[in-house]
């Protein structure tokens, strides 16, 4: 058990919770989320925990989407203990379990689509890589295109996804296509043209019915590449195309732009002035910071969690007062 581990289970039963949350009452949490699934599934949150979830920030916090935390902060008024959810990538269990949740229970929500996803042009290659995986019946070692290593796909399937999502994430995205079908082809599994019905998105008038509800939408890019991979010409083209997209079919003029994957070295200083000349004003990183709002190029976010523990900890400032080295 770690040190924090053990604060949080001596302290919680005697108030540990509140005390936190009046401690980090100035620093505001922007959660994020991805899936929600009205059953346990691996990467997915239940709709009933989420329920559980959106009903203590009701509770204990004061809700706001993404672009009303931004204009707080420009004019000075951020209120204490705000906290902010989003949704990345789109998909179309966002619109069946989640925007209802949010609805009923009052909760504000930015949701960041990747727009070619939207579109109906293509499907994510995360999930491109998981289905060949999980449907194929090949059995005994793979080498594909590019990796040094060879997997054994049926003996631990959940560890040859994330081999390959963690060599994709390096690599170009010619380079990354060239792999995902030799995947199916290496996997003998047909690659189906759009996305299965578990790995579907939105479409266009599911989104634009949410945001005359009240949805802030902002950009994940075209087609959720990493961008630190990409020439400048296909950089700005994501950029630009998705930001084009968002205007014609929304009526909306995207603001907040959120990277692909989010990490650090997913982007650098190039990436933010390609963000900048096609029209953003801010953009949303994948990890927590103690000053999430100090970079507007790179605003701090935690991941959301079924871990109840971790959850609470995130969101009642546990994580922010124990973390002391966290940037």
């Not at 070692?141 to 060599?167: E, F, K």
């Not at 690599?171 to 995902?180: F, G, R, V």
């Not at 933010?272 to 953003?280: L, P, R």
Request: proline residues 7%; charged residues 20%.
């Amino acid at each position: 058990m770690t040190v924090n581990q053990l604060i949080y289970k001596v302290s919680r039963p005697i108030g540990g919770l509140r005390l936190a949350r009046f401690l980090a009452r100035k620093h505001p949490r922007i959660l994020m989320y991805h899936r929600i699934s009205p059953h346990d599934e691996p990467g997915k949150i239940h709709v009933d925990q989420f329920r559980d979830q959106m009903r203590m920030i009701k509770r204990d916090f004061h809700p706001m989407n993404l672009t009303q935390l931004i204009e707080a902060h420009h004019s000075g008024t951020v209120p204490d203990h705000a906290v902010v959810v989003t949704f990345d990538d789109g998909y179309a269990d966002f619109a069946e379990y989640a925007f209802p949740v949010l609805k009923e229970e009052g909760i504000p929500v930015t949701l960041f689509i990747t727009t070619g996803f939207v579109n109906h042009d293509l499907w994510l290659w995360p999930d491109q890589v998981r289905y060949a995986i999980d449907k194929t019946a090949r059995k005994g070692p793979v080498t594909l295109t590019g990796m040094d290593t060879s997997l054994d796909i049926s003996s631990d399937r959940n560890q040859a996804w994330n081999a390959i999502a963690d060599h994709c994430l390096t690599i170009p995205n010619d380079q990354k296509e060239t792999l995902i079908a030799n995947l199916f082809e290496q996997l003998d599994v047909a690659r189906p043209a759009g996305p299965p019905p578990e790995y579907e998105g939105l479409n266009w008038l599911q989104v634009k019915s949410m945001v005359e509800e009240g949805l802030d939408i902002g950009s994940h890019s075209y087609s959720h590449p990493i961008l630190t991979k990409l020439r400048q010409d296909a950089l700005t083209t994501e950029l630009e195309l998705s930001r084009q997209l968002i205007r014609e079919k929304l009526g909306v003029d995207a603001q907040v732009f959120c990277y692909p994957n989010g990490q650090p070295i997913d982007f650098n200083s190039e990436v933010k002035s390609a963000i900048q000349a096609a029209g953003y004003q801010v953009a949303v990183a994948a990890f927590p910071s103690r000053h999430p709002l100090a970079d507007p190029w790179a605003i701090n976010r935690y991941p959301a969690n079924k871990l109840w523990d971790l959850f609470e900890k995130n969101l009642y400032g546990m994580t922010y007062l124990n973390n002391r080295n966290m940037a």
